[in-house]
């Protein structure tokens, strides 16, 4: 089992932007698939973003693509969602998931959650 700590959420103007992170512990980091998912209120957790246990391969929302940015850096055992020209709409608390698998993007192929960090994003 590992181990997540999300930080980085707050509140921001649109067209703002902010990093989260998220640190990992009690396993082998770099073993893992990562994810971020978020959960708008009142609404279901949905898929955000996913980067393999090397990086190379990574996957978006698409009403996110080309504003946010998934990293990792295994050295750190810390995974990271940058995201830029933030919306209303972007509102929701994010969380960072750990999955067993070479690729995973829905919420049932993931074991390990964080407790989510808020993001908030003025009008």
């Known amino acids: 089992q590992v181990q997540l700590v999300e930080s980085g959420g707050g509140l921001v103007q649109a067209g703002g932007s902010l990093r989260l992170s998220c640190a990992a512990s009690?396993?082998?980091?770099?073993?893992?698939?990562m994810g971020w998912f978020r959960q708008p209120p009142g609404k279901e957790r949905e898929f955000v973003a996913a980067?393999?246990?090397?990086?190379?391969?990574?996957s978006y929302l698409y009403s996110v693509k080309g504003r946010y940015t998934i990293s990792r850096d295994n050295a750190r055992n810390t995974v990271y969602l940058q995201m830029n020209s933030l919306k209303a709409d972007d509102t929701a608390v994010y969380y960072c998931a750990a999955s067993t698998l070479s690729t995973a993007t829905s919420t049932n192929e993931y074991n390990n959650w964080g407790r989510g960090t808020q993001v908030t994003v003025s009008p």
């Open positions: 009690g396993a082998t980091f770099s073993a893992y698939t």
């Open positions: 980067i393999s246990w090397s990086g190379g391969i990574r």
